[in-house]
């Protein structure tokens, strides 16, 4: 998920007429050159003064402190840092106000801030006599701190843990009941149909492409929760191994395989898809957890899923999918999310686990069922709002509101997608023992 990132615009013209008093008009007048043409929201700082379209999206800048975090990181990541510590506020809808932001600026072709030496010099000049200036402001609580090599193990715990290690109970006021984080598969649009129908029907066919049957061998590799695990065992009578390296994660998907009494079917381990050695798997799932091995880590994530299953059996990754810049999501996603994320075309995940010997059978891209499954979270999230403040406090809520609501326009808009790949692996004399890839009357 993605805010907005502007820079000069190819050819601004001649810039219009601000309008509005005081330090606003001054600051949005300074901004002009920059955006190209006049703001496109309309805003009130905390002297009160304001200026922009009276009809646009209304943004109030509640202390000088938002602005000092924009001038030392201009664009996506100095806005998110101001919002998510209430600086900066949105009044309204914020979905609405981050697509008219979005929509001005693919008009305008705007796509990053790139401050000419004339311009910054005009704002530093403005933001010095308004008191803005200073030095760089800590980072947010909410923004993670990592450390140690990119993709090392411990370093791979650590950014799983800031994300996903937040409490079981917290993610239970977002998810449905099953803890699925994950894109569901929406087969109605019937009002009584509900996100929880819909991550059931998307494991269903899950278990259905992969062929699992009563003794069929399953690893599920970022078992998350344990939801397709439990799954696999209770419907099609699989016998599952679920890897994570969450603790929490663990802890509540052991807790539900006592309550359900799955012990002789479902084993969760506390453990790293690269330090898995067992192969002769009947199938392999992985979902959405390759988005976070790390570009370089991809191919090891690839080989040990082959590895795994024996031949002509079937693995299924879901995954996310982006094109352009950001492989890892934007600047805001990168700092307060998932730190190390990466994400590629699908035409490249393909090609990648093509070469460790996998035979890719079918590409089902998903990207309208996660613009559903994320507005279901949100929904949830905002019934939800009290107790997510006391349980997380009102930063972390913040963050929570502006991952879900650009990650559902991430969605819808294209700039991300999500596919689950079937692939398999060929006996050794190219045979592959698949049925068609998706079930009849479920495409």
Not at 118 to 138: Q, T
Not at 298 to 326: I, W
Request: hydrophobic share 40%.
């Amino acid at each position: 998920m993605t805010t907005l990132e502007i820079k000069p615009a190819k050819s601004a013209g001649k810039s219009p007429s601000t309008t509005g008093s005081g330090l606003a008009a001054q600051f949005a007048r300074a901004l002009e050159p920059v955006v190209g043409g006049a703001l496109p929201v309309h805003l009130t700082l905390w002297d009160g003064s304001s200026a922009g379209p009276a009809d646009a999206p209304r943004v109030v800048v509640r202390s000088p402190r938002a602005l000092r975090r924009l001038f030392w990181h201009p664009g996506e990541l100095g806005a998110a840092q101001a919002y998510v510590t209430s600086e900066l506020e949105v009044e309204g809808d914020l979905d609405e106000a981050l697509t008219h932001v979005w929509g001005v600026a693919h008009e305008r072709g705007l796509s990053g801030i790139r401050l000419t030496p004339s311009a910054l010099a005009d704002l530093a000049k403005l933001a010095r006599s308004a008191g803005v200036l200073g030095r760089p402001l800590s980072p947010p609580a909410s923004q993670a701190v990592v450390r140690g090599r990119l993709h090392s193990l411990g370093r791979d715990r650590a950014v799983i843990s800031h994300h996903y290690d937040l409490s079981n109970d917290f993610y239970a006021l977002i998810l449905d009941p099953h803890l699925s984080y994950s894109c569901a598969y929406w087969r109605s649009d019937d009002p009584d149909y509900t996100l929880q129908d819909a991550q059931r029907d998307k494991f269903e066919l899950v278990g259905r492409k992969l062929g699992l049957r009563e003794g069929s061998r399953l690893l599920d590799v970022g078992c998350g929760w344990g939801s397709m695990s439990l799954y696999a065992a209770e419907h099609f009578g699989a016998q599952v191994t679920g890897v994570t390296i969450s603790a929490e994660q663990k802890r509540f998907a052991d807790n539900r395989i006592r309550e359900r009494g799955l012990e002789d079917r479902v084993e969760i381990r506390l453990q790293d898809y690269r330090d898995v050695r067992e192969d002769g798997f009947d199938a392999v799932v992985s979902l959405e957890m390759g988005e976070h091995v790390g570009e370089k880590n991809y191919a090891t994530y690839a080989r040990v899923l082959h590895d795994a299953v024996r031949p002509g059996g079937r693995v299924l990754v879901q995954q996310m999918s982006r094109r352009g810049r950001h492989p890892g999501g934007g600047p805001f996603i990168e700092s307060f999310i998932a730190p190390d994320m990466t994400m590629r075309p699908v035409g490249e995940t393909v090609a990648l686990l093509e070469d460790a010997g996998l035979e890719v059978r079918d590409v089902h891209a998903l990207r309208e069922h996660y613009v559903r499954t994320v507005a279901a979270w949100h929904d949830t999230f905002e019934a939800n709002h009290d107790r997510v403040v006391e349980l997380v406090g009102e930063e972390v809520a913040r963050v929570w509101r502006l991952y879900l609501v650009g990650g559902a326009m991430a969605f819808r808009d294209g700039r991300m997608g999500v596919d689950q790949i079937l692939s398999v692996r060929p006996h050794p004399n190219g045979a592959a023992d698949v049925e068609p890839a998706r079930p009849q009357g479920w495409s």
